[in-house]
């Protein structure tokens, strides 16, 4: 069974940082595609960064020089480190996996809630 569980959130003021982790389990981690999204009150989910099975990343423009995707194949865990964060990054932070062959991702954790004040 896959599962997806994510941690490190929390209540920051604006410009702090934090680090979410995802830890894996259930299916062959290496293989995976692998990307962090979030899900503000009120709005869509969007995603802030992707990481394919080569370590290839990619970020949403909003976050772009201050979120950096990571992941460590050996302990299956999966990180987003957040720097410099602002009260529009508040939102449910949630990993998600799929096999790299699809677009869609087929697995995912519960959130985490990361809380931004001014």
């Known amino acids: 069974q896959v599962q997806l569980v994510e941690s490190g959130g929390g209540s920051v003021q604006s410009g702090g940082s934090l680090r979410l982790s995802c830890a894996v389990s259930?299916?062959?981690?290496?293989?995976?595609?692998m990307a962090w999204f979030r899900q503000a009150a009120g709005k869509e989910r969007e995603g802030v960064a992707h990481m394919t099975s080569t370590r290839q990343t990619s970020y949403a423009e909003s976050v772009q020089g201050r979120f950096t995707i990571s992941r460590d194949n050996a302990e299956n865990m999966l990180y987003l480190q957040m720097n410099n964060l602002k009260p529009e990054d508040t939102a449910m932070y949630l990993c998600?996996?799929?096999?790299?062959?699809?677009?869609?991702?087929?697995?995912w954790g519960q959130g985490t809630q990361v809380t931004v004040s001014s």
């Open positions: 259930g299916y062959t981690y290496s293989r995976y595609c």
């Open positions: 998600a996996a799929r096999i790299c062959s699809s677009s869609k991702y087929e697995y």
